[in-house]
């Protein structure tokens, strides 16, 4: 199935898109941008083919040069009705004819571009045997910020799929937790994003009692009991955007220790958001939480970055991790989750959906961060 994107845009949106790319492109001293079916095209086009076909589609961004999207004949008709069609000169091909002999003819035989992370290896060959002279890196690594940035549409879309969550975690606290499995809750968790708004649910972790302590257990069948700290964690696309929050609730009355751990983690996650502000380095955020971990003797028992962007996918640059020197910029999308996790025992994470405004930060969740105690 081909289609287009669900988001309330236009074809300048994605004409200021394409151009935006090819003026990073030369700054990034590339000849141009090869864009697979994927994100990045979403964004850039409005345009959704599938990912899974093995016919080439391939949008090509040169300087200079008006877009091009390289398509399938029989995928053509679906591509003109795109949102950014109007920008784009479609160039199709029929089965049986060479793709890459069509895409060759509208790049510099020596030139480097920046290609789509998530490209097949096939069309990426093809490339390269139609063009030796050529070379390629990774989109991420040439151009890491291209969808960092969110415009004013974006930021409602992903305002909105964070409330969207929420009100998932609103109704799941209410849930009965002991005596029911794991697969069970996370169920409940997808139901819920569904009935809220999402089109697309990412990941639904329940990770209860010791399971906590592996922060991408996800569901199992283990059953939940009375005494469990349990990881909630979950996620997906609404309106082409996406929503991540964690909270940990615990199934009864918590031990004191059990307490105290999760007051840290909400403690270190709060110090994580207070650090967001315009030129601030993404490695910043990471510091200032990680700091309050360490500080109270559990700094081993915190093992992944403090945050990832959010945008058309659930996790995308930038990342809050130490050495990203990138600095922040108002628009910038993306989580704040500290975590500890206790082998054996249990773990706590907690995690908002954070945007870089004018003068510090604003939490896209907003749902208790205190310890939430459930049935």
């Not at 799941?172 to 999402?198: C, K």
Request: with cysteine; charged share 25%; aromatic share 6%.
């Amino acid at each position: 199935m081909t289609g287009t994107a669900p988001a309330p845009f236009t074809a300048d949106d994605y004409r200021a898109r394409m151009e935006r790319a090819a003026r990073a492109a030369v700054d990034a001293g590339l000849a141009g941008l090869l864009v697979a079916p994927g994100p990045d095209m979403v964004w850039l086009t409005g345009y959704a083919p599938t990912a899974e076909t093995e016919r080439l589609t391939l949008l090509v961004l040169a300087p200079g040069r008006d877009p091009v999207l390289v398509v399938p004949t029989l995928e053509a008709p679906d591509a003109a009705k795109a949102a950014g069609a109007s920008a784009l000169t479609l160039r199709d091909w029929t089965d049986g004819k060479d793709p890459y002999a069509v895409t060759a003819a509208l790049l510099d035989t020596r030139g480097r571009f920046g290609i789509s992370d998530n490209t097949w290896a096939m069309h990426l060959l093809g490339l390269q045997t139609a063009l030796p002279g050529t070379s390629y890196a990774a989109l991420t690594d040439a151009l890491p910020m291209l969808r960092a940035v969110k415009d004013a549409a974006e930021l409602e879309l992903l305002a909105a799929a964070g409330a969207a969550a929420d009100a998932t975690f609103e109704e799941i606290r209410n849930v009965p937790f002991a005596g029911r499995r794991e697969s069970e809750i996370g169920a409940d968790l997808a139901g819920l994003l569904r009935r809220f708004g999402h089109s697309q649910v990412d990941f639904t972790i329940v990770a209860s009692g010791s399971n906590g302590a592996n922060p991408h257990h996800e569901v199992g069948d283990r059953l939940v009991e009375r005494g469990d700290m349990v990881v909630l964690d979950f996620g997906g696309l609404k309106d082409g955007y996406g929503s991540d929050t964690s909270r940990t609730v615990h199934v009864g009355e918590p031990t004191d220790e059990e307490r105290r751990v999760h007051d840290l983690v909400r403690a270190a996650q709060e110090a994580g958001f207070t650090a967001v502000r315009p030129g601030a380095a993404c490695q910043d955020v990471d510091r200032a939480a990680r700091a309050v971990i360490a500080d109270a003797g559990y700094g081993e028992y915190f093992i992944h970055r403090t945050g990832h962007g959010i945008g058309v996918t659930t996790h995308e640059p930038p990342y809050m991790i130490e050495g990203e020197e990138q600095p922040l910029v108002p628009g910038m999308c993306f989580s704040v989750e500290p975590g500890v996790y206790l082998p054996g025992r249990f773990g706590v994470r907690i995690e908002d959906i954070v945007t870089v405004t004018e003068d510090g930060g604003r939490r896209l969740n907003n749902t208790t961060r205190e310890m939430v105690i459930v049935d």
